[in-house]
């Protein structure tokens, strides 16, 4: 059952208040000016700016006047439900923006008294219109909450379909494939209808043909004013990120997993994946190529900045950030160091009075019961602190164990850094470097090489394999200096999680001698 099948109900069904929680009033208004019609009922509308505006059967217009005050407003409705046989005909009044004022306490009472008359007359219904939902307790038994959904892949195609005969008619014709429209279409999921046609004639206007990067942009503004999410420009490839080839296959298996093809061959969308690993091992940079890979947004969701600010304002904050998730899927939401975000879940109740375990609780419950396209891409460098339940089945699709690269990895990432500073890897001896760069993960690698070369640009030389070396020589890395947990890591990974590399065909991992080390100098 949709909205507008709901709320038709909500009405024939005598519900005496109605709280509709959504941005897009123009369009909602519309829809119950529809559904007002269908029942007989005449339409009235209020703002704190407008006062009561009443329209009649021939949309005429007449206002109430000093009702702009909300108190003053209500006490008005209420005076005009009069019981009995000679009652007027049926209305349905349309409150919006009335949520500032839900903390008055003449406000809640009156709104409890208009519900308890209203349950008396027929064919009255008082409808609150707000984009955000604020319910005092006094009046949850009164109120009936609906959510209004954004507009679906029908309401998008019809919204493309015009913009394109609005062009035709300027004398522009466009020509526009089926695979192009469907990337459209998902592109504009998750925005307003109003949204969705101020991008699409701006993109029109500008570039004469609908861009799927000025809908992205779009996007891009809804994120920002949220504070919590951060948006990603990936570049990134898979061809520039060195080992980790089982994890690779398996997300370019799901390349499509987002297309109506695959809906139609009977998959369901991927729920997400969990890289566990060691620091600076590539786990955030695999999640940027796999964005890049499946052209979709990347969202970083930020747990620290959730438990910022008052008491009380992380709950709303959590759900806010889902409901902006989910306005802007299909997308891919990164979730950096998983396990610290978690860490004060199991002392909740004695350190912050249970605000983590609740805001844990509903990221949980939305990671399992979630139905919208939104793929979760979490790391974590640690598993002790991590809840069980986050690990069950359900909430993942699978586990990686990132580990640190072996010895034809460390070629990889080292011939790719060399690339990246516009070096030919051919005039180094990159075996030699990974040889020698033992425990080192590729963060450790990458800094070598800028090291080499801070060198050699103060000596004023071109960087050769003997200023990587020195830098090498002079770098502990961090599994030497955290090998008890890296070890308990392994162990733990070898039994619950699947290898993001392959097998090391024989290339050592380990840390070489002093001995071997002075051997390929």
Same mark, same amino acid.
């Given at each position: ?5 709901q ?6 069904? &005598? ?8 941005f ?26 407008? =006062? ?16 702009? $005050? ?8 209420? @005076? ?24 008055d ?22 409808? #609150? !219109? ?8 006094? !009046? ?8 209004? /959904? ?5 309401? #998008? ?10 062009? @035709? ?15 459209i ?66 997300l370019?298996?799901?390349?499509? &997993?987002?297309?109506?093809?695959a ?6 969308? /991927? ?8 620091? =600076?091992?590539?786990?955030?940079l ?6 890049? !890979?499946?052209?979709?947004?990347l ?33 891919? !939401? ?6 610290? =975000?978690?860490?004060?879940?199991g ?6 009075? =249970?605000?983590?375990?609740?805001? #844990?609780g ?18 974590a ?17 699978d586990i ?23 070096r ?6 990159? $075996?030699?470097? &990974? ?36 830098a090498?020589? @002079? ?8 090998? $008890?947990?890296i ?18 065909n024989g ?15």
């Open positions: 059952m949709n909205a507008v099948e709320l038709d109900i909500l009405i024939k069904a &005598a519900y005496p208040i109605i709280y509709i929680v959504s897009e009033e123009a369009r909602v208004r519309e829809q119950l000016k529809h559904l007002a019609k269908t029942r007989s009922r005449l339409i009235t509308t209020w703002s704190c700016t407008q =006062g009561l505006i009443h329209f009649d059967e021939q949309d005429r217009i007449m206002k109430d006047e000093g009702t702009e $005050d909300p108190l003053a407003m209500l006490q008005t409705i209420d @005076e005009k439900l009069v019981p009995g046989p000679n009652t007027s005909k049926g209305t349905l009044w349309i409150l919006c923006d009335l949520h500032p004022y839900l903390d306490p003449f406000i809640i009472r009156k709104l409890r008294e208009i519900a308890d008359k209203i349950k008396t007359i027929r064919g009255k219904t008082l409808v #609150i !219109l707000a984009p955000v939902l604020k319910l005092p307790t006094e !009046l949850e038994k009164q109120i009936t909450v609906l959510d209004w /959904p954004l507009p679906v892949q029908e309401d #998008i195609e019809q919204m493309i379909t015009n913009a394109i005969a609005d062009m @035709e008619q300027r004398g522009i014709k466009l020509t526009i494939d089926k695979s192009e429209r469907e990337k279409v998902k592109s504009c999921s998750g925005l307003t209808s109003e949204e969705v046609e101020n991008v699409l004639s701006k993109s029109l206007t500008q570039t004469k043909t609908i861009d799927v990067k000025a809908i992205i942009e779009e996007k891009k503004q809804i994120i920002r004013k949220e504070g919590v999410l951060e948006y990603f420009d990936v570049i990134e490839d898979f061809d520039n990120i060195g080992g980790m080839d089982n994890l690779k296959v398996w370019m298996k799901r390349g499509k &997993a987002f297309s109506d093809e809906k139609e061959y009977g998959l369901s969308f /991927p729920k997400g994946v969990l890289l566990l690993g060691v620091q =600076g091992c590539g786990k955030s695999i999640c940027k190529a796999a964005a890049s !890979l499946w052209k979709l947004p969202i970083k969701l930020d747990l620290g900045k959730i438990f910022e600010g008052v008491v009380g304002g992380s709950e709303a904050k959590i759900n806010r950030a889902i409901i902006f998730i989910e306005k802007i899927a299909p997308c891919i !939401l990164m979730i950096d160091e998983l396990d610290k =975000g978690f860490s004060g879940m002392s909740s109740n004695m350190s912050d009075a =249970g605000t983590t375990a609740r805001v #844990i509903t990221f949980l419950s939305w990671m399992n019961d979630k139905t919208s396209p939104v793929f979760i891409v979490a790391t460098n640690a598993i002790d602190t991590l809840p069980p339940e986050l690990l069950r089945k359900g909430r993942f699709d990686f164990f990132v580990d640190l690269p072996c010895v034809k990895e460390k070629e990889e990432i080292f011939t790719i850094h060399l690339k990246k500073r516009k030919d890897p051919s005039k180094f001896r990159v $075996d030699v470097l &990974a040889e020698l760069a033992g425990d080192f993960s590729g963060a450790e690698i990458e800094a070598a090489i800028e090291e080499g070369m801070f060198t050699a640009f103060d000596s004023n030389e071109e960087v050769t394999t003997d200023h990587i070396l020195d090498i020589n @002079e770098t502990v890395p961090l599994a030497q200096t955290m090998n $008890d947990k070890d308990a890591l392994r162990k733990w990974a070898s039994t619950r999680a699947r290898p993001a590399s392959k097998k090391d290339y050592s991992v380990t840390t070489i001698t002093a001995k071997r080390a002075l051997e390929i100098n």
